[in-house]
């Protein structure tokens, strides 16, 4: 019973992860990647896709990307929604494909993309401890139940902070690098 506690709270906890490398994904470090791309969406014969699915990304080098649409008809489409973003980026139109630089971040906007990667690390953060609080509520409520005795109850108890310390620390790793990928000149 408890064991299966511990590993539905090592899998939500994983997930946390999971979505904060997402978001870390995303965020622009003057660096070329396609990711940036995932969340822009382009109209598409009636519905919103994202740009990586109409559409061949390339990084030609890391301070540029390339888009190609499988569909010809699409490259103004795919511009607008490119400058409509919030991600600052400036595509050029050649009429077969668009270029899209990635100009170095001044040094006020990398400070603002660590303030930003430290403020979704720290929601991962709290979303690790809500699911330990909820492993843990789980755990008593069995307890209660008399499903488990009151050593199992602590073991598993030490099993979820072990579990709480290790993402902790993987959010943290994760954090640290991102803020060196974004220091980086």
């Known amino acids: 019973m408890a064991d299966q506690v511990i590993t539905d709270t090592g899998e939500r906890m994983t997930k ?7 978001e870390f994904s995303v965020i622009r470090t003057g660096r070329a990647s396609a990711a940036v791309l995932e ?23 890391p301070h540029l990307l390339t888009i190609e649409p499988w569909d010809k008809s699409m490259l103004g489409a795919i511009e607008k929604a490119i400058q ?49 609080h909820d492993a843990i509520k789980q755990l008593e409520r069995r307890e209660k139940d008399a499903e488990i005795s009151q050593d199992d109850l602590h073991r598993a108890e030490a099993e979820v902070q072990k579990l709480t310390d290790a993402h902790i620390h993987d959010i943290d790793e994760m954090l640290k690098r991102k803020e060196q990928e974004i220091m980086e000149v």
Do not use: W
Not at 16 to 22: G, M, S, W
Not at 99 to 123: I, M, N
């Open 16 to 22: 946390a992860l999971a979505h904060l490398a997402h």
């Open 39 to 61: 969340d822009i969406k382009v109209e598409y014969y009636g519905s919103a896709m994202p740009v990586p699915q109409v559409a061949t990304v390339k990084s030609p080098d």
């Open 84 to 132: 409509a973003s919030d991600l600052g980026l400036n595509p050029s139109n050649d009429g077969t494909l668009l270029r899209v630089p990635f100009p170095s971040p001044t040094e006020e906007r990398r400070r603002e993309l660590v303030k930003l990667c430290k403020g979704y690390a720290e929601k991962a953060k709290v979303a690790v401890r809500d699911v330990r």
